[in-house]
């Protein structure tokens, strides 16, 4: 069996999507890291956005003012707590991750916010691990039944089609319904196998 890459070995798993609540496991490496998010962010939607953007940087469509360094942020909102990541591209199609806690954002306790995991992955996997499991959880609870359970809002699938085009090499803009139709088919036969 070949050694996998210590930059590759970033999982994410969303365990459980149930009345505007979501919880989530993330390892890298030896450590692993639980979180439960509220309806107050977007976070599967979040985290594609992010990694959408992370890609355009590499791509060169992503554009900031000369000095600034790029740097990309999600924020995952519980009651009071909240998770803060910070994406810092580096060379090669790396990815710096920091993730935050603050045991309440609101600011009425414990607002210091500390670090609970510090890494660095490569963009195509974190893109990969990503899209795999926003698969998934859309396999497992379709439109309606993620719209029913997450309350907030409708499953990001537009954001979810982009990464599946940019992680196939396809033109992420293209306007082609037959293309989509075809993954919706290929995402089908797989649920069917398993």
């Not at 942020?73 to 580096?90: A, D, I, K």
């Not at 990969?128 to 309350?151: D, H, M, N, P, Q």
């Not at 196939?168 to 993954?183: A, I, R, T």
Request: hydrophobic fraction near 40%.
């Amino acid at each position: 069996m070949m050694k996998q890459n210590k930059l590759d070995i970033f999982n994410f798993t969303i365990n459980s999507i149930e009345a505007g609540w979501l919880k989530a496991r993330i390892m890298v490496e030896d450590t692993s890291l639980d979180f439960t998010v509220s309806y107050l962010s977007e976070p599967l939607s979040s985290f594609l956005e992010v990694l959408l953007e992370l890609d355009a940087h590499y791509d060169r469509r992503y554009y900031l003012a000369d000095g600034l360094k790029p740097e990309f942020h999600l924020v995952w909102q519980g009651e009071p707590w909240q998770y803060t990541w910070l994406f810092e591209p580096q060379q090669d199609r790396k990815v710096a991750i920091t993730i935050f806690y603050c045991e309440d954002h609101l600011g009425s306790k414990n607002t210091e916010e500390h670090i609970k995991i510090k890494t660095v992955v490569t963009l195509d996997n974190l893109m990969r691990e990503v899209s795999k499991e926003a698969e998934s959880i859309l396999k497992t609870y379709g439109f309606l039944g993620y719209k029913t359970e997450w309350i907030q809002s409708d499953f990001p699938i537009g954001d979810l089609l982009r990464l599946h085009s940019v992680l196939n090499g396809d033109e992420p803009q293209e306007k082609s319904l037959s293309k989509e139709v075809g993954y919706f088919n290929k995402l089908l036969r797989s649920q069917e196998a398993v």
